[in-house]
């Protein structure tokens, strides 16, 4: 019996002993979430640090980021949660540290760290291939992928003999592909391996501004009828292709009242299934691809240049001023852009904001020695100066267009080497000897190139 005694006050003691450690302690960190893939994504990711007690609401002013990154911070209970106002990078190691934190019901301070790596990018490249083989017969051109961090242009995901465009989703790729009198179809292969689908057209006829919303497994395109079909003429005419639909058809994007549209351009809207389309009268409407909402007019523009990276706020030019559209609020904001430092010196070309400050991307081509020969040369533009990040070495290379990643963090520009001639395709002509590079906006420096143009990024 004193043993029995003896024992439980030496548990009794322990536990005590334990109360008093917990009592004059800081808080210590027991779980932690963020969804990477929405980090790379777009604005606004939020890492959740879920203590071991209650927080005190000053825990939230001290928290600091390696590399730097501005954030907001709350605390609710045992959480504080950490809201990053920009983007992440690629491929990064962040280090989130919180020091001074204490509890509710003492005083006892602690430090919590959290540490985690963002995703790799997948990158896709369409090339095109001139070459005959040995039947005579022209080689099929391929759309490959890989990733920054790769080497090489990475896996075939698909191959047709001519193929003119492609969107790539999260778990399929969809493309558009010519036949040898240039009629296309449209294709949807899974990368799982699962047989490859054609989506009925409405007659014989070419498809245009193929595009994706990847996480809700739609694509969009334009359709125009052969001038030869039979039945209804289809000019620009708008669809969406939900992938996950049980009927496998199209749907028709109509305007007020069912009328049927013609259209210059179209695409998604990040992360949703609504879609902007800008009509022959250059209108700009804010549809549904999904449901029978009505269109919501968003004025008359010149040009749609796409989204700021990680927003939902759509870029319009106009011939003397361009504009964002936030498409959450309808607030427009005129574009107060700082002038280029090549802005007096070369022909401008196409613009790309990168972020919501005013920061952006140009081309330019410059005049040389050989008045028929223009060198083309990309400048990035923001509140704190303008620099040249890409400048071919020759005068005989060519940009044959650009685009920002997702995130902001690089350009995707596509070169023509001197030797490159054009292929001649009637809908979206490119050229041989085409590669594709990646600039770290950051750095300034370009660690990655693929052979091939058309990089996921830019559709």
């Known amino acids: 019996m ?14 005590a002993g334990l109360a008093v450690a917990n009592f004059t302690q800081g808080p210590r960190l027991t779980a932690s979430q963020i969804n990477l893939d929405a980090s790379i994504e777009r604005i606004g990711a939020r890492l959740s640090l879920t203590a071991d007690q209650p927080l005190a609401a000053g825990a939230a002013r001290s928290v600091t980021v390696d590399p730097k990154t501005d954030t907001t911070s709350t605390v609710s209970g045992n959480t504080l949660t950490v809201e990053f106002t920009g983007i992440l990078r690629y491929n990064t190691r962040y280090t989130v540290t919180v020091d001074g934190v204490t509890g509710t019901f003492n005083d006892a301070a602690s430090t919590l760290r959290h540490s985690f790596t963002t995703p790799d990018s997948r990158i896709y490249a369409l090339q095109r291939d001139q070459r005959l083989d040995a039947a005579g017969a022209k080689r099929p051109d391929a759309v490959r992928r890989t990733t920054l961090r790769g080497r090489g242009d990475g ?17 399929h790729l969809a493309a558009v592909t010519l036949d040898g009198d240039g009629k296309a179809s449209l294709e949807v292969v899974s990368f799982s391996g699962g047989s490859t689908v054609t989506v009925p057209l409405p007659s014989a ?19 125009t009828s052969d001038p030869a079909a039979r039945g209804r003429h289809f000019e620009n005419t708008p669809f969406t292709y939900d992938l996950t639909e049980s009927s496998g058809l199209p749907r ?9 549209m013609s259209v210059l351009d179209l695409d998604f809207v990040p992360g949703t299934t609504s879609l902007v389309v800008q009509a022959y009268s250059q209108t700009l409407y804010l549809m549904q691809a999904i449901g029978d909402a009505s269109p919501t007019p968003l004025g008359i523009h010149s040009e749609m240049r796409g989204f700021i990276p990680g927003t939902r706020s759509l870029v319009v030019a106009d ?12 607030k427009v904001t005129t574009l107060d852009l700082a002038a280029s430092v090549l802005s007096e010196k070369a022909y401008p070309g196409k613009l790309t904001l990168i972020d919501g400050k005013g920061r952006y991307a140009q081309l330019f081509l410059r005049p040389t020695m050989n008045a028929n020969v ?10 704190t100066g303008s620099k040249i990040v890409l400048a071919p070495a020759s005068n005989a290379s060519r940009v044959r267009d650009f685009c920002v990643s997702p995130n902001g963090q690089y350009l995707a520009v596509e070169t023509i080497s001197a030797e490159g001639i054009a292929d001649n395709y009637s809908s979206v002509p490119a050229f041989t000897a085409m590669s594709t590079v990646f600039l770290d906006l950051t750095t300034g420096t370009s660690t990655r190139g693929v052979t091939g143009f058309q990089p996921n990024w830019c559709g």
């Open 2 to 15: 004193r043993f029995l005694s003896g024992t439980i006050a030496i548990l009794a003691l322990l536990a």
């Open 155 to 171: 896996e075939v995901v698909f191959s047709a003999p001519r193929i003119q465009e492609y969107a790539a989703l999260d778990a």
């Open 205 to 223: 006829g070419t498809v245009s501004h193929l595009r994706a919303s990847p996480s809700k497994h739609l694509i969009g395109y334009a359709f």
């Open 252 to 260: 028709e994007v109509t305007g007020f009242d069912g009328l049927p």
């Open 319 to 330: 011939p003397t001023q361009g504009s964002a559209i936030d498409l959450d609020d309808g």
């Open 374 to 383: 223009l060198n083309p040369a990309i400048t990035v533009t923001g509140d």
